[in-house]
Antibody
Framework: EVQLVQSGAEVKKPGESLKISCKGSEYSFGSYWIAWVRQMPGKGLECMGIIYPGDSDTRYSPSFQGQVTISADKSISTAYLQWSSLKASDTAIYYC????????????WGQGTMVTVSS | QSALTQPASVSGSPGQSITISCTGTSSDVGAYSYVSWYQQHPGKAPKLMIYEVTNRPSGVSNRFSGSKSGNTASLTISGLQAEDEADYYCSSYTTSSTRVFGGGTTLTVL
């Protein structure tokens, strides 16, 4: 079964760093784009950016440029989302999702990673 | 990039049909046929229901259909069932080479 499996929930303090992961299985990981999508508590979906693991071509949505770093390691079929200094406003569920091209729909989604940032 | 505009909520009785609208601009919905719709049940990940305005992925019921006119896309669900109760989000590719989502619509099956 094609799936994306994300790392577990995290509880962090403001100012701390964090890296969460998304591992693909049962498909050619390097041939599909992986997006990261934020969902703040009780709110809608926001696309943060997208990466092509095949060559690490990465594109950020303007609102998230400079706020997070998206990366991928094709050799272990894993994409990452990281923060260098978390804020309380980063509290959200983060989903990874797959698309065939940068314009295509997201056909497979990870289960989500809840990130809580609180002092 | 502003979010696409969806009604906050819609409702219908079992067996009825409902339509959810998704209004954007000539820079997103009106520019391309890359409009998709996602269903999200509480506590679950979103699920793709419609892609490229009108296409259904394998396994999605044919009770779900999509359309677009100008800057507004629509999702229609016919023969409403209790299991359709969920949040629905539209999404579009934009001329800024980004993806934008709608604010989401909560569907209540009465």
């Amino acid at each position: 079964e094609v799936q994306l499996v994300q790392s577990g929930a995290e509880v962090k303090k403001p100012g701390e760093s964090l890296k969460i992961s998304c591992k693909g299985s049962e498909y050619s990981f390097g041939s599909y784009w992986i997006a990261w999508v934020r969902q703040m508590p009780g709110k809608g979906l926001e696309c943060m950016g997208i990466i092509y693991p095949g060559d690490s071509d990465t594109r950020y949505s303007p609102s998230f440029q400079g706020q997070v770093t998206i990366s991928a390691d094709k050799s272990i079929s894993t994409a990452y989302l990281q923060w260098s200094s978390l804020k309380a406003s980063d509290t959200a569920i983060y989903y990874c999702a797959r698309s065939r091209t940068p314009v295509d729909a997201f056909d497979i989604w990870g289960q989500g990673t809840m990130v809580t940032v609180s002092s | 990039q502003s979010a696409l505009t969806q009604p906050a909520s819609v409702s219908g009785s079992p067996g009825q049909s409902i339509t959810i609208s998704c209004t954007g601009t000539s820079s997103d919905v009106g520019a391309y046929s890359y409009v998709s719709w996602y269903q999200q049940h509480p506590g679950k990940a979103p699920k793709l229901m419609i892609y490229e305005v009108t296409n259904r992925p394998s396994g999605v019921s044919n009770r779900f259909s999509g359309s677009k006119s100008g800057n507004t896309a629509s999702l229609t669900i016919s023969g409403l069932q209790a299991e359709d109760e969920a949040d629905y989000y539209c999404s579009s590719y934009t001329t800024s080479s980004t993806r934008v989502f709608g604010g989401g619509t909560t569907l209540t099956v009465l």
